[in-house]
């Protein structure tokens, strides 16, 4: 017969029990039936519906292809086929099940579930609890898709419970009687675990364990607690156990607030001293407090304080690996046309060698930037800055820069582009000023007007593959020449970097203090040809003349010399595939190489490769800087690091890196990894060394992660290729707490 979608108020149904039901049903939702044959036993009060039969009721729907509800006891049983629909989405799947009316509680058998994004969870029978809770037995729990060929055959991993109980209210999975399977074999019992809903993005508990070995440590294990304290605040508690040193205690607290945030992370270790380490008598340890907050729409207030209690104490246990440690507080202010900032900015040096009395306090420290809009007439900008320097040993200085300039571009009808400026800048200091070792005035003071000329010539052709575009420029910068007088502090300008790109800067001193003065003429020619495919090729070439030399200009920056050295670069672009840059500078004379940069990466799927090679000539000796090639003394430094890395099959992958000091012939760092990734587990191992600079034995580390989906996350770390530096976590990566502790 045909279907019968008919809607039956339970209360009203026929029958004698009508009148009975009408007291508790009162208030209550009606049942929806849909089924193709539906039937009423008078004498039993029962009600059967068959084919394809849904029962609705207060959001829940009861699929089935039998539903035998019996009105005396309140109790309907379903069989073939089963599927519940909460009001939320979850869906449960069982071979039969016996519900009470409102379809909130019951027993069920061979029960099935569905949970989150994909996590399955099924068990041989169990009971339903007011809608919100499901106690099991004998169940399975798996985050695992089912393999396509062979359904039955048991997935990556699984976790199997003498009983489950899952919390739809708390939002919580608790196993009892446990049993961890990787491809069908048990590798770990537990009496209690617990792990939060696989939708669930914050919740608190136990994180799963980061695993390693490290040089000056042991082995390593790391067992992160969150607690997840409100929706904008967690806190994240890091016990670290050093098998062969002690024990580290780290942690962080991050509060999200309207219109600002505040992150304190810190740690404390009782680690056995060795001799040749720089560390004092007392506990060791680190504090780091960041925050902002924005007073308002133009006004924002920031700082930061980062201080640990010795040099290498924080690479030591693998929370960082920088060489100097930022301090400082700031306002900002945002406007029209121009920005605002006060504050101040301290440091903690941290490399071998560095006297901490090096590194000035400038306080208070001060810029203000405005840029006037376009105009036919051209734009204004205006610039103020300074800053009041503070040493523990006696030198001191004070200085203020007060700069302002006009610059106008024009492009005539043939194409040529004109371009000019001018610009008067007064420097204004006080105190200790030593430069060069050479000590000057308390007092001084400076004026340096300038002017500068530029034009450009742009041609362009080519065919139907092919576009060509060549580009001439040229620029004269006029300003008066140095001075005895001008024996201002270099503060921030110790290491200039002479490129193509900043071959027509006016000024290429990269920070406040350094100022280029006198005359000189700049040339160059850019070029690039793109061609069909996605590539193209990027060039250009310069160079800087001046009067005479240019005592502004550290020796051996290729801007010491009246006659400056060549600079270019090239850049190879080849679709998404490959991509190639190569910087240089080349002496004036013999056009040999002084500085030679060059960076290739290759992406041809499953394979990937990135190299960077680079050479200096005649690089004067100066205190290293981080993220620059290790070698702190020679003219001469040659290097080369490399990535190499590439897919296995589907899930596996390896990678591996190399750095070498090919000036030395001394290996730098060296590491490799193994990688295997599916929708389900991820399993990271990476051996990492890295060989000390000035001798000494190497740093080994090893890290391990493993991470089952839904079952806890772990704090990531910088990767294979950073083994053993701990990366500062987000809250997705704590997102899944796991306990195994009652």
Same mark, same amino acid.
């Given at each position: 017969?045909?279907?019968?979608?008919?809607?039956?108020?339970?209360?009203?149904? $026929?029958?004698?029990?009508?009148?009975?039901?009408?007291?508790?049903?009162?208030?209550?939702?009606p049942f929806l039936f849909q089924a193709d044959r539906l039937d009423f036993d008078r004498e039993r009060n029962v009600v059967t519906a068959e084919g394809n039969v849904e029962l609705a009721r207060e959001g829940r729907i009861l699929r089935a292809d039998r539903v035998a509800l019996d009105r005396?006891?309140?109790?309907?049983?379903?069989?073939?086929? !089963?599927?519940?629909?909460?009001?939320?989405?979850?869906?449960?799947?069982?071979?039969?099940?016996?519900?009470?009316?409102?379809?909130?509680?019951?027993?069920?058998?061979?029960?099935?579930?569905?949970?989150?994004?994909?996590?399955?969870? +099924?068990?041989?029978?169990?009971?339903?609890?007011?809608?919100?809770?499901?106690?099991?037995?004998?169940?399975?729990?798996?985050?695992?898709?089912?393999?396509?060929?062979? =359904?039955?055959?048991?997935?990556?991993?699984?976790?199997?419970?003498?009983?489950?109980?899952?919390?739809?209210?708390?939002?919580?999975?608790?196993?009892?009687?446990?049993?961890?399977?990787?491809?069908?074999?048990?590798?770990?019992?537990?009496?209690?675990?617990?792990?939060?809903?696989?939708?669930?993005?914050?919740?608190?508990?136990?994180?799963?364990?980061?695993?390693?070995?490290?040089?000056?440590?042991? +082995?390593?294990?790391?067992? =992160?607690?969150?607690?997840?304290?409100?929706?904008?605040?967690?806190?994240?508690?890091?016990?670290?156990?050093?098998?062969?040193?002690?024990? #580290?205690?780290?942690?962080?607290?991050?509060?999200?607030?309207?219109?600002?945030?505040?992150?304190?992370?810190?740690?404390?270790?009782?680690?056995?001293?060795?001799?040749?380490?720089?560390?004092?008598?007392?506990?060791?340890?680190? $504090?780091?407090?960041?925050?902002?907050?924005?007073?308002?729409?133009?006004?924002?207030?920031?700082?930061?304080?980062?201080?640990?209690?010795?040099?290498?104490?924080?690479?030591?246990?693998?929370?960082?690996?920088?060489?100097?440690?930022?301090?400082?507080?700031? *306002?900002?202010?945002?406007? &029209?046309?121009?920005?605002?900032?006060?504050?101040?900015?301290?440091?903690?040096?941290?490399?071998?060698?560095?006297?901490?009395?090096?590194?000035?306090?400038?306080?208070?420290?001060?810029?203000?930037?405005?840029?006037?809009?376009?105009?036919?007439?051209?734009?204004?900008?205006?610039?103020?800055?300074? *800053? +009041?320097?503070?040493?523990?040993?006696?030198?001191?200085?004070?200085?203020?820069?007060?700069?302002?300039?006009?610059?106008?571009?024009?492009?005539?009808?043939?194409?040529?582009?004109?371009?000019?400026?001018?610009?008067?800048?007064?420097?204004?200091?006080?105190?200790?000023?030593?430069?060069?070792?050479?000590?000057?005035?308390?007092?001084?003071?400076?004026?340096?007007?300038?002017?500068?000329?530029?034009?450009?010539?742009?041609?362009?052709?080519?065919?139907? &593959?092919?576009?060509?575009?060549?580009?001439?420029?040229?620029?004269?910068?006029?300003?008066?020449?140095?001075?005895?007088?001008?024996?201002?502090?270099?503060?921030?300008?110790?290491?200039?970097?002479?490129?193509?790109?900043?071959?027509?800067?006016?000024?290429?001193?990269?920070?406040?203090?350094?100022?280029?003065?006198?005359?000189?003429?700049?040339?160059?020619?850019?070029?690039?040809?793109?061609?069909?495919?996605?590539?193209? !090729?990027?060039?250009?070439?310069?160079?800087?003349?001046?009067?005479?030399?240019?005592?502004?200009?550290?020796?051996?920056?290729?801007?010491?010399?009246?006659?400056?050295?060549?600079?270019?670069?090239?850049?190879?672009?080849?679709?998404?595939?490959?991509?190639?840059?190569?910087?240089?500078?080349?002496?004036?004379?013999?056009?040999?190489?002084?500085?030679?940069?060059?960076?290739?990466?290759?992406?041809?799927?499953?394979?990937?490769?990135?190299?960077?090679?680079?050479?200096? #000539?005649?690089?004067?000796?100066?205190?290293?800087?981080?993220?620059?090639?290790?070698?702190?003394?020679?003219?001469?430094?040659?290097?080369?690091?490399?990535?190499?890395?590439?897919?296995?099959?589907?899930?596996?992958?390896?990678?591996?890196?190399?750095?070498?000091?090919?000036?030395?012939?001394?290996?730098?760092?060296?590491?490799?990894?193994?990688?295997?990734?599916?929708?389900?587990?991820?399993?990271?191992?990476?051996?990492?060394?890295?060989?000390? !600079?000035?001798?000494? &034995?190497?740093?080994?580390?090893?890290?391990?992660?493993?991470?089952?989906?839904?079952?806890?996350?772990?704090?990531?770390?910088?990767?294979?290729?950073?083994?053993?530096?701990? *990366?500062?976590?987000?809250?997705?990566?704590?997102?899944?707490? $796991?306990?195994?502790?009652?």
């Open positions: 017969m045909k279907a019968l979608r008919v809607l039956l108020l339970l209360s009203l149904a $026929i029958g004698s029990g009508a009148a009975a039901q009408t007291g508790a049903d009162a208030g209550r939702e005396t006891t309140g109790v309907a049983r379903a069989d073939g086929n !089963v599927t519940l629909i909460e009001p939320d989405g979850e869906v449960l799947f069982a071979d039969s099940v016996e519900l009470t009316e409102d379809l909130r509680d019951g027993f069920v058998e061979q029960f099935k579930a569905r949970l989150g994004t994909g996590s399955r969870l +099924a068990a041989s029978w169990g009971q339903l609890q007011g809608g919100t809770r499901a106690d099991l037995n004998q169940a399975v729990y798996s985050a695992c898709e089912p393999c396509g060929e062979d =359904p039955s055959k048991a997935p990556v991993w699984q976790v199997k419970a003498r009983r489950v109980t899952h919390d739809r209210v708390q939002r919580q999975v608790t196993y009892r009687d446990a049993v961890l399977e990787m491809w069908g074999v048990p590798v770990l019992y537990t009496p209690y675990l617990s792990h939060p809903d696989p939708d669930v993005t914050r919740k608190t508990g136990f994180l799963a364990p980061t695993v390693g070995h490290r040089s000056g440590l042991g +082995a390593r294990v790391e067992t =992160p607690w969150f607690w997840n304290i409100a929706p904008n605040r967690d806190a994240t508690f890091i016990p670290v156990i050093a098998a062969e040193r002690g024990f #580290v205690g780290a942690g962080e607290y991050r509060h999200l607030y309207d219109g600002g945030r505040l992150e304190v992370s810190g740690s404390l270790a009782t680690l056995d001293k060795v001799p040749k380490e720089r560390a004092g008598s007392g506990p060791r340890g680190h $504090i780091r407090l960041k925050g902002e907050t924005h007073a308002s729409d133009e006004w924002r207030l920031r700082g930061e304080f980062y201080r640990t209690s010795d040099d290498g104490y924080l690479d030591l246990v693998g929370f960082d690996g920088s060489e100097t440690l930022p301090s400082f507080a700031e *306002a900002e202010g945002f406007f &029209d046309r121009g920005y605002a900032r006060v504050g101040a900015f301290d440091v903690q040096e941290l490399r071998s060698g560095i006297s901490g009395d090096k590194s000035p306090l400038a306080a208070p420290e001060f810029l203000y930037e405005w840029q006037g809009r376009p105009s036919p007439d051209g734009a204004w900008s205006m610039r103020a800055a300074g *800053a +009041a320097l503070h040493r523990r040993r006696d030198d001191e200085n004070q200085r203020v820069t007060l700069e302002g300039g006009w610059r106008l571009e024009r492009f005539t009808d043939g194409g040529h582009r004109l371009e000019v400026g001018a610009g008067l800048r007064g420097d204004f200091a006080h105190g200790d000023l030593v430069r060069e070792n050479t000590a000057a005035d308390d007092n001084n003071a400076r004026l340096l007007p300038q002017a500068s000329a530029g034009w450009s010539y742009l041609l362009a052709g080519g065919m139907e &593959d092919l576009q060509l575009t060549v580009e001439p420029r040229a620029q004269v910068v006029l300003g008066r020449n140095s001075a005895d007088a001008d024996e201002f502090p270099m503060e921030d300008n110790r290491a200039v970097e002479f490129e193509f790109d900043n071959l027509f800067a006016v000024n290429r001193f990269p920070g406040l203090d350094g100022a280029e003065t006198g005359q000189r003429v700049d040339y160059g020619l850019q070029t690039s040809l793109h061609g069909a495919g996605d590539w193209h !090729v990027d060039a250009g070439i310069g160079q800087s003349r001046r009067q005479k030399a240019n005592r502004d200009a550290p020796p051996g920056s290729g801007l010491d010399t009246a006659v400056s050295d060549i600079v270019g670069r090239i850049g190879l672009t080849a679709g998404e595939m490959t991509s190639l840059g190569y910087r240089f500078r080349l002496d004036k004379d013999d056009l040999t190489a002084r500085q030679t940069a060059l960076d290739l990466s290759v992406n041809l799927d499953p394979l990937y490769f990135d190299a960077r090679y680079a050479r200096a #000539v005649g690089v004067p000796d100066r205190d290293p800087v981080p993220d620059q090639m290790e070698k702190a003394e020679g003219d001469e430094r040659e290097q080369i690091d490399f990535i190499l890395g590439g897919k296995m099959d589907m899930k596996w992958s390896a990678f591996g890196r190399y750095r070498r000091d090919l000036d030395t012939g001394r290996s730098l760092l060296g590491g490799t990894g193994l990688k295997y990734e599916d929708e389900c587990l991820l399993f990271e191992a990476a051996f990492e060394r890295e060989y000390k !600079v000035a001798g000494g &034995d190497a740093d080994n580390r090893v890290t391990v992660r493993l991470v089952f989906r839904d079952l806890g996350n772990i704090p990531a770390t910088q990767g294979v290729l950073g083994a053993g530096r701990r *990366a500062q976590t987000t809250p997705s990566a704590r997102s899944s707490p $796991i306990s195994a502790s009652e």
